[in-house]
């Protein structure tokens, strides 16, 4: 066992890290308060390299392995994670099936562009009647003039009403459930596609979330993205993986930022004629947060390392999720009342992690959904 990054994974966090200190940190309260994306931003890290940081450097992509990529995830997230949440988005779910499955018309037309910082990208499964259970997706494909036409809506589309692109799960026969399922990609300005409502979000600020909506869009035989209709919810389980243990790193990043915050308030902070850091009770919170934090990072990176390894890991990769957001919601918690009263000011930031780390609770699956699933998992094979 070696429990060290290499030279180069270290030399790479250094550079992400110095990038989110210089660029974002500066920004966090403004992008909060504005809750507008932050296209000069978007373009500076578009700039450095990291939108194609999983893609092949001929679409312009650094190419990195699944380890640095996962690095990249947590020092991101120690900025604004509303901007994290846009930019992951586009590096993995929002261009993975494109990178995969597109022809390589597609990839110059669309991959490159995105690589380059100059579309933005979606990926869209939910709907107003379909998150965890995506069986019961309505949208539809039905083949036509040697395309297919697309009808229906989605939700809570992370850059949804800025979007260029989106790779869009439909069912080709909706009496199928999930074995009718594909991806279709469907950019802007073809007929019928439209985008709704930005939806007023509690955190996550300056990622812009929103509708999309089709209304009898054409697109051609080759926007279906995959082997044949029914291959769309085997390539999710792929991604899905990746994209658990970078939500878990997000939830490790946030809660080390909550805590690392609390830390210097209870440095300086005096009650009863002491700095409250020198209370039992306080002192508990900080331990405690240490070691479930340790662990929770410790078990992120070992799921990463088996996805890396090509290993089956599927509920690793899940209970790394869940552990480590659950991890985060006690650590913002344990901060904020470490805080105290100020937590709920809006001039400091506890009230701010509080509120972006809600999102983990969803992202990459809901924890009831997950516990479903792994408890079964657990009863069929053991641990
Ligand atoms: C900020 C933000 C950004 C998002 N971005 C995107 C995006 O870019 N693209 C996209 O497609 N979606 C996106 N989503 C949607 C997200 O993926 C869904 O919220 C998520 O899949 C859960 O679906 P739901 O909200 O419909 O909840 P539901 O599936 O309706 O679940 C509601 C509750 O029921 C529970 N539940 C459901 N099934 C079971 C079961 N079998 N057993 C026990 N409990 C169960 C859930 O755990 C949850 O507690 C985003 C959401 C947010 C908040």
């Known amino acids: 066992m070696d429990f060290k990054f290499t030279e180069e994974q270290d030399f790479f966090r250094a550079a992400v890290r110095d990038a989110v200190d210089r660029l974002i940190r500066p920004r966090v309260q403004e992008i909060d308060e504005a809750d507008d994306f932050p296209m000069d931003l978007w373009k500076q890290f578009a700039e450095l390299g990291y939108l194609g940081l999983r893609h092949p450097e001929k679409y312009g992509g650094l190419d990195v392995d699944v380890m640095t990529a996962m690095i990249f995830y947590e020092e991101l997230a120690r900025g604004s994670c509303g901007f ?7 590096i993995l779910m929002g261009t993975y099936f494109i990178a995969r499955f597109g022809s390589e018309e597609i990839k110059q037309r669309v991959l490159a562009p995105a690589v380059k910082g100059e579309k933005i990208g979606t990926i ?34 992370t850059s949804g009403p800025i979007c260029d692109f989106c790779t869009v799960l439909a069912t080709t026969d909706p009496a199928k459930g999930a074995e009718a399922l594909s991806f279709f990609l469907v950019e802007k300005g073809a007929e019928g596609f439209s985008t709704g409502q930005k939806i007023d979000k509690l955190g996550s600020h300056g990622s812009v979330t929103g509708e999309l909506i089709f209304d009898n869009v054409w697109v051609p035989r080759e926007n279906l993205l995959g082997e044949g209709p029914g291959s769309g919810i085997k390539y999710s389980t792929d ?29 300086e902070r005096v009650a009863f004629g002491k700095p409250i850091g020198k209370y039992q009770l306080i002192r508990a919170k900080f331990a ?24 089956d890991c599927r509920d690793e990769c899940m209970l790394a999720k869940m552990f480590a957001t659950e991890m985060c919601m006690s650590a913002v918690d344990e901060a904020s009342r470490i805080y ?44």
């Not at 994290?84 to 586009?90: R, W």
């Not at 965890?132 to 989605?154: C, E, M, P």
């Not at 790193?249 to 830390?263: G, H, K, T, V």
Request: net charge positive.
């Open 124 to 157: 869209c499964f939910t709907e107003d009647q379909s998150g965890s259970d995506l069986s019961g997706t309505r949208t539809t494909a039905v083949k036509k003039d040697g395309g297919w036409v697309i009808n229906g809506r989605k939700n809570w589309i």
């Open 84 to 90: 994290a949440m846009t930019v992951t988005m586009q």
């Open 340 to 383: 105290g009263g100020n937590s709920f000011a809006m001039e400091y930031p506890q009230q701010r992690f509080f509120r972006d780390a809600r999102f983990l609770l969803f992202g990459g699956g809901c924890h009831e959904v997950l516990r479903n699933a792994l408890g079964a998992s657990y009863i069929r094979k053991g641990g």
């Open 288 to 311: 405690n947060h240490w070691a479930w934090y340790e662990a929770a990072r410790l078990f992120a990176y070992k799921a990463a390392w088996m996805i890396q390894e090509g290993m």
């Open 239 to 267: 991604i899905l993986n990746e994209v658990r243990v970078m939500t878990a790193l997000n939830a490790c990043a946030i809660a080390d930022e909550a805590m690392s915050d609390a830390r210097k308030y209870a440095l």
